[in-house]
């Protein structure tokens, strides 16, 4: 009987450590400062498919048999949130994938809007569609730009989300119009910035 149990918790420990082993592996594939330790851990993996995935302002594009973190939260919000600020064309045919989550429009390239990281956009309670937040970047310049869209932590690796992976838990995804308004050469790709709501 006790090899019995010895048997049943050697095994546990061996799904613990190959889910654990999984999901630090899929978070290797997400740039720098993608998951903001301690606040917001990975809640699943999405199993990657390749497709026609538009290479526009450094999109990072899925590949099959890849393993991406999926996240169901992002860090708490406060008066100065620290995020990455990562650049998307809303235009269609661009690398924004399909329309607006919010608006089920798509944007000008001139138009200051954001996508936020599903946690802030609407799981932590707070429905932000349609408002307002502010951006600072660490030059001291800063901007309004209208929330329009979600930048997917659960889904992604498909033709709705441009078969890019799901966002990190800490993104603000911003129009070339929010980063000309910061002062920031778009072609970086990312930068870290805070947020709050307006």
Avoid at 91 to 97: I, Q, V
């Amino acid at each position: 009987m006790a090899s019995m149990k010895l048997l049943a918790l050697f095994a546990l420990l061996q799904v613990g450590l190959f889910l654990h082993a999984h999901v630090s592996e899929a978070t290797k594939h997400h740039k720098p400062g993608s998951p903001a330790a301690g606040t917001c851990q990975a809640s699943g993996v999405l199993h990657g498919k390749a497709g026609d995935c538009k290479r526009l302002h450094g999109s990072d594009c899925c590949r099959d048999g890849e393993s991406y973190p999926q996240f169901r939260c992002s860090p708490p919000v406060s008066a100065e949130t620290p995020a990455i600020l990562t650049v998307n064309s809303f235009e269609k045919g661009h690398d924004g994938g399909g329309p607006c989550e919010c608006d089920n429009s798509y944007h000008d390239d001139s138009e200051k809007v954001v996508a936020l990281s599903s946690g802030w956009l609407r799981l932590d309670g707070t429905p932000r569609c349609g408002k307002m937040v502010r951006v600072t970047a660490s030059n001291g310049r800063s901007v309004l730009a209208k929330v329009v869209d979600e930048c997917d932590s659960v889904n992604g690796c498909d033709d709705e989300h441009n078969f890019e992976p799901p966002c990190p838990p800490n993104v603000v995804d911003g129009s070339p119009a929010v980063w000309k308004a910061l002062g920031l050469d778009d072609g970086i790709g990312e930068v870290k910035v805070t947020w709050s709501d307006v």
